[in-house]
């Protein structure tokens, strides 16, 4: 008698065999929805790559909810998905962005293994540095038309931007094809003082939250050596060992 073949996986959590009915069903949900023009042809290389990408992203979403449910946390599977902006998905990776953005167990865990991390205030004033550009001073300009704009001088055709710097607010001149005056500041027309310069913002929530991703992100490398076994035909994208991943120019 002829043994029933085994069933196909998507790999192992902690030994433990997952379908792979989730894979094939994203998969189909992908090829019916309004992006599927822009996948790869069935059966080509790219659409093995493509297999390989979503099965990871179903792997990252069942070892979250593995451990949500191990450590007790609120998760609402009905949630709507996040959405990250462009930065913290590159810092998260396309897999991770997309199990962050799709599962709210991800979100639960990466706030829940990354609640302690805080940036020190070195790397906050680090970040400020790198960050802070100077306050730019802008003319106010007038046009024979009529019209009044404030530019800042490095914005102006450079030889228009000379002329008027050497010139006296409200001297006309004409310069590149443009004729324009600057008019006088209202520190000039006898101000008692010139507007105080916009506080510099606080950085320290866009460091904490960089800092935060960086940490989950260390911790779920670790957490998927440590739990997940991944099978033939659905390896990383990114394994030089599987035949998919090679580079045309």
Not at 54 to 63: D, G, S
Not at 73 to 89: E, K, N, S
């Amino acid at each position: 008698m002829t043994a029933p073949a085994e069933a196909p996986v998507l790999g192992l959590l902690d030994g433990r065999p997952l379908p792979r009915t989730g894979l094939d069903r994203r998969l189909a949900a992908l090829r019916t929805g309004p992006r599927a023009a822009a996948l790869p042809v069935p059966g080509s290389g790219e659409d093995r790559q493509l297999a390989r990408w979503v099965a990871q992203v179903l792997l990252t979403e069942a070892l979250c909810e593995a451990v949500a449910a191990e450590r007790g946390l609120a998760v609402h599977p009905g949630a709507a998905p996040a959405r990250l902006d462009q930065q913290a998905a590159v810092e998260l990776g396309s897999i991770t962005a997309a199990a962050y953005e799709g599962s709210a167990a991800v979100r639960a865990v990466c706030a829940e293994v990354t609640a302690h991390v805080e940036p020190s205030a070195a790397e906050v004033a680090h970040y400020r540095a790198l960050t802070e550009r100077p306050p730019v001073a802008e003319w106010r300009l007038a046009l024979p038309d009529g019209s009044v704009f404030d530019a800042a001088p490095d914005s102006l055709p450079l030889a228009l931007s000379a002329a008027l710097r050497a010139a006296a607010p409200g001297a006309w001149v004409t310069a590149a094809g443009w004729t324009a005056t600057r008019l006088a500041a209202e520190a000039d027309a006898g101000s008692s003082a010139a507007p105080a310069p916009d506080p510099a913002p606080d950085v320290s929530a866009l460091v904490r939250a960089a800092a935060r991703r960086a940490a989950f992100v260390r911790w779920l490398d670790h957490a998927r050596a440590a739990r997940l076994t991944l099978v033939p035909g659905l390896e990383h994208p990114g394994d030089p060992a599987q035949p998919d991943n090679h580079h045309r120019h």
